[in-house]
């Protein structure tokens, strides 16, 4: 029997890659429900006062669990090397619910409580598909082939991860690319630090100090070339931020949901083409990162880590957060770096101090994201590396296949934040014109078709070429048949656009007026 720790050395590293992770989400939520939801000024009430301190509650409470859950494992087996499963805000849903349900609520009816409330009613909405959903994951599980699970999250970890902050890296250099180097030195030739010094914890003090200096260099030169202080940190900002502290506790926020939703009755039922598909989304992408961790040697429960993280999207939303929570992607990086189960606790620990103080815009301003972002990226790194490596060798073209969907969702996201951040035509113009139309090569319309659902079709389309790779045809047909159904209910492929924005469009379910929709019945034949 080993002895497992509740704390090493190697946790710090595994809760810097993390804290920053859900320290951007967090600035996320501030930045999107100022902006789209009207929370400013006085109003900005409903962030610091409700959202976070929700948030707060949901991700102490499930870094705890899983910290403990590997604390279990660990006696269980005998062993000392179990890492906890990473666990914090979803991003996908957080932007989905802003950008379909408060902000629209907002604008037609210019009510922040409104748009507040309806958000915890969707948060809500997707806490009960996940904690039923973990009743029948582990049966989607069993029947699934490893490629396919893990070809999902290398694609997401190319796109969304990896690729996002290299070219962040990349465009601030001078602080990013010395963490970046430190980071790949500790973990790819796993070279140790003088005095057991962590190399994550390095690299963010070295790059905050570069971030400062170049800061110190502006002030006294002005006029210096661009790419020497392209990066510099502002006091003021410091200052500025200080005006959001203060100790606010989490506070009830249920009791006036009943009436909400009795009086919005219609409009909250519209919002179920958004719930339904995110709350799926959260089941499959938390299972396959349950998948993930099992690849890499810790094989925790389904059922237990599945319905706890419904239940804390629940308790969260019950004390005012909008936004569900999820098992992350990225435990074999976490295990990589030597986190256990202390880089869960401390980040839980942490995020709670950060949210309850009003200091998530304060550390944001000391600290640069260029400091951190290299541990990310390694994660997303060993993801992908991960997929390939994890299954067996001849399955490695059916991994490649399920790449493709992620990547067009990558995609698809710049190409709409593109189009949102000019002043000329939008997307829905462009598509009203012709559905042909290339943008520096790129099919828009099929590249929006391939994103929607993109984990449903990853999924699909790596499981077919793995039962079609060991010539199990039937199995094969079995999952093209699973395609035509999910295209056809909308779950894959179908879309709506209204300016700039997609959204998911079910056969059932009316377009909103003015709005571009596209049924794919010929999909849905296809992979028939």
């Known amino acids: 029997m080993k002895s497992y720790p509740i704390f090493v050395k190697r946790d710090l590293d595994g809760f810097f890659g993390l804290f920053i992770d859900n320290l951007v989400q967090l600035l996320a939520i501030v930045g999107m429900c100022g902006f789209l939801c009207g929370m400013q000024g006085d109003d900005a009430r409903f962030i610091y006062a409700h959202i976070l301190p929700g948030a707060a509650v949901s991700i102490l409470a499930g870094n705890i669990f ?31 619910y802003i950008l379909f349900v408060m902000a629209p609520v907002y604008e037609k009816t210019k009510s922040v409580e409104l748009a507040w409330q309806m958000g915890i009613l969707a948060c809500i909405g997707s806490g009960i598909i996940e904690f039923f959903g973990a009743f029948v994951a582990e049966k989607i599980r069993r029947h699934t082939p490893r490629a396919a699970l893990l070809s999902t999250l290398a694609g997401i970890a190319i796109g969304f991860i990896s690729m996002t902050f290299a070219l962040q890296i990349f465009q601030h250099p001078l602080v990013a690319m010395l963490p970046l180097a430190l980071v790949l030195i500790t973990y790819f030739s796993r070279t140790p630090f003088p005095f057991g010094l962590p190399g994550g914890m390095v690299a963010v003090a070295l790059g905050t100090i570069i971030a400062w200096i170049l800061t110190a260099i502006a002030g006294i030169f002005p006029d210096a ?20 502290m203060g100790l606010r506790l989490p506070q009830l926020a249920v009791s006036g949901l009943l009436s909400t939703l009795q009086e919005h009755r219609e409009m909250t039922f519209g919002f179920l083409s958004v719930i339904i598909p995110m709350g799926l989304f959260n089941v499959i992408g938390s ?35 909008c936004f569900p929570t999820a098992i992350y992607i990225g435990h074999p990086g976490w295990k990589g770096l030597g986190a256990r189960a202390g880089y869960s606790t401390l980040n839980g620990l942490v995020i709670t101090i950060l949210c309850l103080f009003g200091l998530v815009g304060v550390v944001n301003s000391i600290i640069p994201m260029e400091a951190g972002i290299a541990i990310v990226l390694w994660i997303g790194i060993v993801i992908t590396a991960q997929a390939f490596q994890a299954t067996p060798k001849e399955h490695a073209p059916a991994v490649a296949m399920g790449l493709f969907p992620a990547i067009a969702a990558w995609g698809a996201t710049v190409t709409q934040g593109a189009f949102i951040t000019s002043s000329g035509t939008t997307i829905q113009q462009l598509l009203t ?18 994103e929607r659902g993109y984990i449903f079709t990853c999924m699909i389309l790596a499981a077919m070429s793995v039962c079609l790779i060991d010539r199990k045809f039937f199995a094969a047909s079995l999952w093209a048949l699973i395609g035509a159904v999910a295209t056809g209910l909308g779950l894959m492929h179908s879309y709506q656009v209204s300016g700039n924005n997609f959204d998911f469009l079910f056969p059932f379910w009316p377009a909103p007026e003015g709005s571009l929709s596209f049924h794919q019945p010929g999909l849905a034949i296809g992979y028939l």
Not at 67 to 92: F, M, S
Not at 299 to 312: C, Q
Not at 437 to 444: D, E, K, S, Y
């Open 433 to 450: 014109s012709n559905l042909s139309t290339q943008v520096n090569g790129f099919l828009i319309h099929g590249m929006v078709i391939l």
């Open 66 to 96: 899983y910290a403990w859950q590997a604390h279990r494992l660990a006696r269980r087996e005998g062993r000392d090397d179990v890492t906890a499963l990473p666990y914090g805000i979803n991003t996908p849903s957080m932007i989905v």
């Open 225 to 244: 070339p661009q790419w020497l202080i392209g990066s510099v940190m502002s006091v003021q900002a410091i200052s500025d931020q200080f005006s959001q």
């Open 287 to 321: 299972l396959q990162n349950i998948e993930s961790a099992e690849a890499g040697g810790d094989k925790f429960d389904t059922r237990s880590s599945l319905a706890v993280n419904g239940l804390g999207t629940i308790l969260g939303a019950c004390f005012g957060s």
